[in-house]
């Protein structure tokens, strides 16, 4: 009973690797990963530095900041991984892949988990360099920051795979960034709380899992301890996250084109 799921097992792994060793020797998306999210915190740090703010609240950087330790992980995993996954398709290695005892939500899964280790790494050099050097300040744990940070990162990788199912060359794979990505950072709650939008529009911010991100953040940011609020929204990020890996694993297709 054992040996007959040896080799999916074996497949999976090796395709987790795999991305893992590609990515490695991608330097320039290396880079990407790493760099850009905690560059534009650097710069929405002195965006907001010389801002005013009332003594003992918090201030705009605060504020603004900790939303942006979910979006950007979010945005850049998900323009990363649908670019990724689409060069798999066309390169025919994902067809290859299809070939072996490997099922599909397995195969989504070793992409997944790879882009996921990226995708934390990510998320915790971002926190770090945001609590440690540009002082963010919040009134619950830097830990609980960082879990929602990965999770919304995580979110951006299922999105991407599952976007990539849907665009024929890499760069209509960038075209759907706008397109997903854009609406839930507008009706997310960074520029203007969601109970300050019109009602229709709050019914679309409802079903957008970015939206829940932030307000787990806000709820971080505003409480000492976890809020059920809080695990709600998380429950509700990572249900959205598993959703788009299902149906990523529904629109494979045995042959790219």
Known sequence: MTTSFTPPLRCYTATTVRILRQLRADKRTIAMLLLVPTLLLVLIYFVYHDSPSIPGMPT???RIGISMLGILPFIVMFLITAIAMQRERTSGTL???MTTP???PDLLAGYGSAFSVAAAAQAGLACLIAFWLLDMKAAGSVWLVLLI??????????????ASAFARTEFQAVQF???????QFFLCGLLVPRGQLPQWLQVISDVLPLSYAVEALQQVSSHTGATGLMWRDLGIVAAFAAAALALGAGTLRRRTA
């Open 149 to 162: 940070a990965v999770l919304d990162a995580v979110l951006g990788v299922a999105l991407g795979l599952l």
């Open 102 to 104: 490997l099922s599909k």
């Open 60 to 62: 705009m950087f605060d």
């Open 177 to 183: 960034m706008p397109v997903i990505v854009g609406p």
């Open 95 to 97: 067809e290859r892949l």
